[in-house]
């Protein structure tokens, strides 16, 4: 996929993106602790049915569970010598299931790791860092990059630096924000959207964190300075956990999908589900816009 590609789907109608990963491999049974990547590798037939369900419920974009296997990331799981070869069969998994369908997006997130002077890492160890994952991303066919869950605007600055340094394809970028649009770790919405479109990004928005019935001055914000589609996947509302500990959110797929109606309306226009989605969420989000 091409920027001018991207630019093309997003300019034709909304994009719809799929829904939750890591909370779905929960419920089928990942256990607490493990590196969700190397679970995902082992259990293809668990991704192939959420990654269908959401092909069919009508994701035009789905993301190959990629999201925390850079070598830090993996570093914590003893399983750094295997990035290549996880990323890898990851992103050929999510193809062979998409299957011309949909396009894959490879994904990246947050190392959890501060630059310097507030962190321990400097834009050169970090850059190393996402530059590796990003070129193995590359190189399995995705079609496309997100940058997702992103704790800072600096961060994603990185990240967006080091893809556009081995490739060409398309990023998107997104941060998670507080219902006010502050990033946890440094910067807010609006900078993030003036930053990283002028970097090059297409499509710049926010994910996680909380429910779309918070975000609504959040992506009216955005959409103020955006010269580019805003993306929102938030939550299926807030969580409460359960003796197990469990998430259960709080929306059902209606109630999401018409909160999502009106982020749709503020300025939102690449849309999709995080935490506590399912395909049944996207499947009603499609409905909403007309699918």
């Given amino acids: ?30 256990p607490v602790g493990v590196s969700t990547e190397l679970w995902a590798m082992e259990h293809p037939d668990v991704v192939r049915a959420l990654q269908n369900g959401y092909v069919e419920a009508g994701s035009q974009i789905i993301y190959a ?25 990851i992103v050929k998994l999510s193809k062979e299931i ?21 962190g321990d890492i400097s834009y050169e160890e970090l850059l190393d860092v996402y530059k590796e994952q990003a070129a193995v991303l590359a190189n399995a066919g ?37 219902a006010d649009g502050r990033a946890l770790y440094g910067g807010d919405a609006v900078e993030a959207v003036e ?18 019935n918070q975000l609504e001055a959040v992506i009216c ?5 955006a010269e580019i589609p805003v993306l929102a996947k938030p939550n299926a509302g807030m969580p409460v956990m359960d003796k197990m500990g469990f998430a259960h959110y709080d929306m059902t797929p209606e109630q999401f ?10 300025g939102a226009g690449v849309v999709g589900g ?14 909403v816009i007309g699918r």
């Fill in 1 to 30: 996929m091409t920027k001018k590609e991207f630019q093309e789907l997003a300019a034709s109608d909304i994009v719809l993106l799929d829904g939750a990963t890591g909370s779905n491999f929960r419920k089928a049974g990942m």
């Fill in 65 to 89: 569970p990629t999201f925390s296997a850079n070598r830090l990331g993996l570093e914590m799981h003893g399983l750094p010598d295997r990035l290549e070869e996880i990323n890898m069969k």
């Fill in 98 to 118: 998409a299957g011309g369908r949909a396009y894959v997006a490879g994904d990246m997130t947050t190392t959890g790791r501060m630059l310097e002077p507030a």
């Fill in 142 to 178: 995705a079609d496309l990059i997100i940058a997702e869950t992103m704790l800072s605007v600096d961060e994603t600055t990185v990240l967006l630096d080091a893809v556009q340094a081995v490739c060409d394809l398309p990023v998107m970028c997104s941060l998670t924000l507080e």
């Fill in 195 to 212: 930053t990283l479109q002028a970097m090059g990004a297409v499509s710049v928005g926010l994910n996680c964190s909380v429910g779309p």
């Fill in 221 to 225: 914000s955005m959409k103020e300075v």
């Fill in 257 to 266: 999908a018409a909160a999502m109606k009106k982020l749709i309306e503020a």
């Fill in 274 to 287: 995080c935490c506590g989605t399912t395909p049944e969420y996207i499947r009603a989000l499609a409905k």
